[in-house]
């Protein structure tokens, strides 16, 4: 959250004085496919990352977009799907102690991000960052609104837009 100027919302048509810069997804999609009295046997869920029947490898990441006429970027927190071996880089501390950086790898975004076309299977960069900072991701294909807005950034207003359907999921 940081403190702005008072800004109209279009969902309660109050004034909110403080924006949320990031969102985050708790897990990825599929995930959420499991029957829910099966995700205990089947799913290993932390805040970094997943695994599901044991074969599907997941790390969370932050996709941040620039904005406009603001010194942070708003941050997506989504998840990718990966390969074994990357999501071993992920978590090997000799790549996330600070010194070395692991190489950039690929992967498949793994949430569903609203307010876009599909963004389930979109091909991404991943690139593990140092302990206690989530991978940064960007999009691949330069043809996505994502992708986008990846490169252009946004405008303060489409942070509004979205803080103003998600503060408020039941309207
Ligand atoms: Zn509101």
């Known amino acids: 959250m940081i403190p702005t100027e008072p800004w109209f919302c279009r969902t309660c048509g109050g004034f909110h004085e403080e924006l949320p810069l990031s969102f985050n997804a708790p897990a990825p999609e599929a995930y959420y496919e499991i029957p829910r009295a099966e995700r205990e046997a089947r799913a290993v869920l932390s805040n970094t990352h997943a695994v599901l029947d044991g074969a599907r490898h997941f790390l969370r990441a932050s996709l941040e977009l620039p904005v406009v006429d603001l010194m942070q970027p708003f941050t997506w927190g989504v998840w990718a799907e990966v390969g074994a071996e ?6 090997d501390p000799a790549h996330t102690g600070g010194h070395a950086s692991a190489p950039r790898g690929e992967g498949a975004l793994a949430s569903a991000i609203p307010g876009y076309p599909q963004t389930l299977g979109l091909r991404v960069w991943i690139q593990p960052r140092p302990l206690g900072q989530f991978p940064l991701l960007g999009v691949l ?3 996505h609104p994502l992708r ?7 405008a303060l207003e489409r942070v509004q837009e979205w803080a103003s359907a998600m503060q408020h999921p039941q309207a």
């Open 86 to 91: 990357l999501f071993r880089l992920a978590h």
């Open 141 to 143: 294909d330069e043809a």
């Open 148 to 154: 986008l807005e990846q490169d252009a950034g946004i």
